[in-house]
């Protein structure tokens, strides 16, 4: 198992940026695929991003492209989600989730991580 440990979060008026980290423990991290999901109250929860094992590969949904990034330290074991030009519809609890990593990139489906955090709230206010 791997344990995933979100922080970051936190209120933030409309444009602002913030930037959540999810720290990694228990083996080795550049055997994981990591993803970000988030859930708005009364919503199901959706995929945001996933970056490769191998930090060659990123995808983004389309409601944050351009605005977001993933990156990952595998030294340090942390993965990150830049958060730029923040809207209210980005208000969500975000979830960092890990899935071993195969012949290719995680897929954007949440059966496809075993493995999550506790999620750390996000608030955008206009």
């Known amino acids: 198992q791997v344990q995933l440990v979100e922080s970051g979060g936190g209120l933030v008026q409309v444009g602002g940026s913030l930037r959540l980290s999810c720290a990694a423990s228990?083996?080795?991290?550049?055997?994981?695929?990591m993803g970000w999901f988030r859930q708005a109250p009364g919503k199901e929860r959706e995929f945001v991003a996933v970056?490769?094992?191998?930090?060659?590969?990123?995808y983004y949904a389309d409601s944050v492209k351009g605005r977001f990034t993933i990156f990952r330290d595998n030294v340090n074991n942390t993965v990150y989600l830049q958060m730029n030009s923040l809207k209210p519809e980005d208000t969500a609890v975000y979830y960092c989730?890990?899935?071993?990593?195969?012949?290719?990139?995680?897929?954007?489906?949440?059966?496809?991580?075993?493995?999550w955090g506790q999620g750390t709230q996000v608030t955008v206010s206009s």
């Open positions: 989730a890990a899935a071993l990593r195969g012949p290719k990139m995680t897929s954007t489906a949440l059966s496809s991580y075993p493995y």
């Open positions: 228990g083996r080795t991290f550049s055997n994981y695929d």
């Open positions: 970056i490769r094992w191998s930090e060659i590969f990123t």
